[in-house]
């Protein structure tokens, strides 16, 4: 971060007039009131981070110390920042969700002012002028109180505290790129003083192992999430009609997540029309969209750190054209042999060799391909990954287990000009669901509310939906859409 606090004063006198309170930036800031109070009752509770955070100290060897630092703020442009999340391995073992934190466990406890702990959470202190701006921080008491780390210290503390101890080995959680500020200096002072240390990566690839393994609050999570993503992804086949723009079905999807509590997306919402059906991780969104057009629209919410990450691919106009109908089909068979092979002890990759054999056998008799080795042409990604804390969790990729919550999402892709019959090119079709893998099988999440098959996706299209009833501002409907590419 450039300093959100070294530039508050140049800040304060540029914005002032622009709040419309003459005088706001010259008002004492006393703190009153300005206590962190929790907005929900459904977090994580403190008890199980400190569980996971046991967990992990038996991953440590004798006289080891970890260091976890979240993410720093990332500027955007200027004096404006990208929305702050916390980084996932640090938010997984203290729910401390403040930027410049710092966690350090020990698998050995040591004296902190006087208190024997083996686990010390670094976060900002209370700074009322700064959180006029800002926002109100917890300071060190209210974040023992909240999150009952063993020992809160203030982000001044950590050289000190830091210089105290002479661990045996040293395991550095991090996030690999984009490193400011505080976070920096964390990282910066425990390579200059430990850096001689081994290094110990054992520890993170247990956390990486844990994290797979879903609590049921963490099941709940995702449950809410993905309710969240489930009516969003209704609420646009509904309102989807050629002449819209792409961005009114992403910026609709948005915001049905924001409206059930989701604090963000879960990664950026691809809303994909016509050519872009066919751009896997399409993000611009400006294109109009078309009566011809296939749509993919992969978007998913996150609810309180938790990702769900759900597909449906669909026609502009509401009515399945036979060449959208004959790719789309053989893409719903691959996706639910994949999810019905799914159960503790099948392979990771199972349902990607499924969906190879699926597409292959359904490409082949169409003729757009001759043999299965060109397969790979119109079906280029993995079908599987975990979901999370990150849209694509951490986990060991060996054989499934019971509550780990992984995706299934076989997609078929025919670009303009592709060998075959141009009755398929611009057709993008992908079906992906989050789904949970059970004792005895695996319940499909999303998959249990939002519908896969064409006859219920056209009855949903057949009505009207949130986006249909607010309109576009004038000038922008009569802007005139850019034909890269018609046929
Ligand atoms: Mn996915």
Not at 75 to 102: H, I, K, V
Not at 211 to 228: F, G, N, V
Not at 246 to 273: D, M, T, W
Request: proline share 5%; with cysteine.
């Amino acid at each position: 971060m450039i300093g959100a606090f070294a530039l508050l004063p140049v800040f304060a006198t540029l914005v002032q007039p622009l709040v419309g309170q003459p005088g706001l930036n010259q008002q004492k800031a006393t703190g009153d009131g300005f206590e962190y109070r929790l907005h929900d009752t459904d977090k994580i509770s403190p008890a199980e981070f400190k569980a996971r955070r046991m967990k992990f100290r038996e991953s440590l060897k004798p006289g080891a110390a970890a260091l976890l630092v979240t993410n720093p703020l990332h500027q955007r442009s200027n004096d404006t920042d990208f929305p702050f999340r916390p980084n996932s391995y640090f938010w997984y073992l203290t729910g401390c969700e403040e930027q410049d934190s710092a966690l350090l466990i020990l698998k050995d406890p040591v004296l902190v002012n006087g208190d024997l702990t083996d686990e010390i959470l670094f976060v900002k202190e209370k700074n009322p002028s700064g959180e006029t701006w800002t926002g109100i921080l917890m300071g060190v008491e209210k974040a023992k109180e909240i999150l009952k780390v063993q020992s809160v210290q203030p982000l001044k503390k950590f050289n000190d505290v830091l210089s105290k101890i002479s661990p045996t080995a040293f395991t550095l959680v991090e996030q690999p790129d984009g490193l400011s500020g505080s976070v920096k200096g964390f990282i910066d002072f425990v390579n200059t003083n430990w850096g001689k240390l081994p290094k110990d990566s054992a520890p993170i690839s247990a956390l990486n192992v844990a994290r797979s393994i879903k609590s049921p609050a963490e099941i709940d999570l995702t449950w809410k999430s993905i309710k969240a993503t489930v009516a969003a992804h209704k609420e646009a086949l509904k309102s989807c009609q050629p002449g819209m723009r792409e961005f009114e079905i992403k910026s609709l999807v948005e915001y049905i997540f924001g409206k059930n509590g989701c604090e963000s997306v879960a990664y950026g919402s691809i809303v994909g029309s016509g050519v872009h059906s066919c751009v896997l991780h399409y993000v611009d969104s400006r294109k109009l969209i078309e009566k011809n057009d296939m749509l993919c629209m992969d978007v998913g919410g996150e609810y309180h750190g938790y990702a769900s990450d759900v597909t449906r691919s669909y026609p502009a106009n509401g009515k399945f054209s036979p060449a959208q109908r004959e790719i789309y089909e053989i893409v719903r068979e691959a996706q639910e042999a994949g999810v019905q092979a799914c159960k503790p002890g099948a392979k990771f990759n199972v349902t990607g060799q499924i969906a190879q054999q699926v597409i292959s056998k359904g490409l082949m008799k169409l003729g757009i391909i001759k043999s299965a080795s060109e397969t790979g042409r119109y079906f280029m990604h993995g079908t599987t990954h975990y979901v999370g804390l990150d849209v694509h969790d951490t986990g060991d990729y060996g054989p499934l287990r019971e509550n780990q919550i992984i995706t299934v999402e076989p997609g078929i892709y025919i670009k303009e000009g592709s060998p075959c019959d141009p009755k398929y090119w611009n057709i993008g079709v992908r079906i992906e669901d989050t789904v949970l893998i059970t004792a005895n099988g695996v319940i499909n999440m999303s998959g249990s509310m939002l519908p896969r098959s064409i006859s219920e996706i056209e009855g949903l299209m057949a009505q009207k939906g949130l986006g249909n009833f607010v309109s576009r501002i004038e000038s922008l409907s009569e802007q005139k859409s850019v034909h890269h590419f018609s046929h």
